[in-house]
């Protein structure tokens, strides 16, 4: 049987997700909230109390348009971390995956050397030096580097529509 405190909690938990904010929400002191509502969530009756809840929730609020709206709102207003937020939550709600996209090698490539001459030489060869540090220097990195003159790849590379530009 759950107590009152108990029942607030699993209310408040079913609209936030969030077990420090429902266990002050639903009384419990602020020093003690987050240890209250990780130990409530490890109840079987906490779990099928909150359930009972979540399954009873409707809202007029359109969460994708709402989710638009506030990154929108965050990204001209310059909050960068605002906006980082609402993207991952409208991915949560699109249901989108973070799944990798199989793609042809010659256009995987073609996308790389565009977004190479988008970061421009300088910051290429830092990149570099950061995920090889056993290049010693940047005439090594120049030496090891195969050029390739082929017009073909560099009309492909011009003609081709990527997703990494300026």
């Known amino acids: 049987m759950l107590t009152q405190q108990m029942e607030l909690f699993c209310q408040n938990y079913a609209t936030s997700n969030n077990a420090t904010s429902a266990a002050k929400a639903a009384g419990y002191k602020d020093a003690h909230a987050a240890n209250q509502g990780h130990r409530l969530l490890k109840r079987d009756d906490v779990q099928e109390r909150i359930k009972d809840f979540q399954g009873i929730i409707t809202t007029d609020i359109d969460v994708v348009a709402e989710l638009e ?6 990204r001209l207003a310059g909050h960068g971390n605002v906006s980082l937020k609402a993207l991952e939550l ?8 973070a799944e990798a996209e199989t793609k042809d090698p010659v256009v995987l490539e073609l996308e790389i050397v565009r977004c190479i001459q988008v970061l421009g030489l300088d910051k290429i060869m830092e990149l570099i030096v950061i995920a090889f540090p056993e290049v010693s220097n940047e005439e090594d990195i120049e030496e090891d580097v195969v050029e390739d003159n082929d017009e073909d790849i560099e009309e492909e590379i011009e003609n081709y529509e990527f997703g990494c530009d300026e």
């Open 90 to 97: 409208l991915g949560k709600a699109r249901g989108n995956k």
């Open 69 to 74: 709206r506030q990154y929108e709102t965050s």
